[in-house]
């Protein structure tokens, strides 16, 4: 069929979009470079897979299959209230976080607001905002040599903030960078934002890090009507198949949201993995355990090979290069080793690595090494 181009007829937001670029998958991988045996280290997937409680749960759930799932998600919503101390109406479920972010986008932001992000932010906040033809305003990241390199500065993100902005978005730990914000000054910045600005403090690996240094965001909620969290369980709880995640919000706002929120953007077996997944603490400490072990490993391996590593608590590493990382993530393809590129993010020499099992980060460290020796 002979292409037309239809982008004059599209909204200015979608006129010059870039859409976000998943990891590889490792068919398309395989296929392309006739490797075999591959292994993927690139979407801070959750190498244990999904907790057992879960895949019961959706075992279960195959025989209703023709019936359409409950578009309310009523018991995910009970058991998300019941873990989060909140009223189910402060929920808006979410086919993945990216979801509810988008969802955000579509409610607060038009052309003439503002959203403020930091320079190394989740890419999903900037798509959202140009789509819906917002100005968006970014603040600089902490130097590379400070004692957070290239995190979250508040004080650059408060300097943004003006009378038109309507939201600022949060990474706690941020995405790609794996650094955070101690949980007592980002709750003072929250404090400090007009009445009119949403603060989205988005938690998607919130399970693996250290919550008395990060705080928790959905406990302020009481406190702060202009606070959203969101969450997701593609991570810690490996999901990522099913894409279901959550925003926890005051009722009022979350009434909004529910309002553009397509009906059955959650499918059935999705709530029904989900909901159980809640319930397997057990996979979870199994989890944050084999991430920080892997991230010792890994942060070892990589510092006995001269690369620099940015701190993290999420269970990815942000890795440093002293040449520019395309041709490494290349070689690496071929050796079958999918990690990611960070260039679109403007760090050309890095590349994020998520934490894998002991075999895999092993793999990784000794093609890295063979690598690494050749000029």
Known sequence: MKRFDFSSLAVPGVQQLKPYTPGKPIAELEREYGVRDSIKLASNENPLGASPLALEAIR????DLWLYPDANGF???????????VEPDCITLGNGSNDVLVFLAQVFLQPGLEAVFSQYCFAVYPIACQMVGATMRVAPALAADSGMPLGHDLRALYQCVGPETRMVFIANPNNP????LDGRRLKDFVGSLPPHTICVIDEAYTEYADSERLGNAASWLGEFPNLVVTRTFSKAYGLAGLRVGYALSNPGLADLLNRVRPA??????????????LEDAAFIDRSRQVNAEGMAQLRSGFEALG?????????????????????????LLR???????VANYGLPRHLRITIGRPEQNRRLLEALDRIL???
């Open 60 to 63: 279960e759930g195959l025989e």
């Open 75 to 85: 018991e995910l919503k009970q058991a998300l209230a019941g873990k989060h101390d």
């Open 177 to 180: 960078t794996g650094t955070w």
């Open 264 to 277: 059955f953007n959650v499918n059935s077996l999705a709530l029904a993995a989900a909901r159980a997944a």
């Open 307 to 331: 690369l620099s590593v940015i701190p993290s608590a999420a269970n990815f590493l942000l890795v440093g290069f002293d040449r520019d990382a395309g041709t490494i993530n290349e070689e």
């Open 335 to 341: 050796a079958g080793i999918i990690v990611r590129p």
């Open 373 to 375: 020796e050749t000029p």
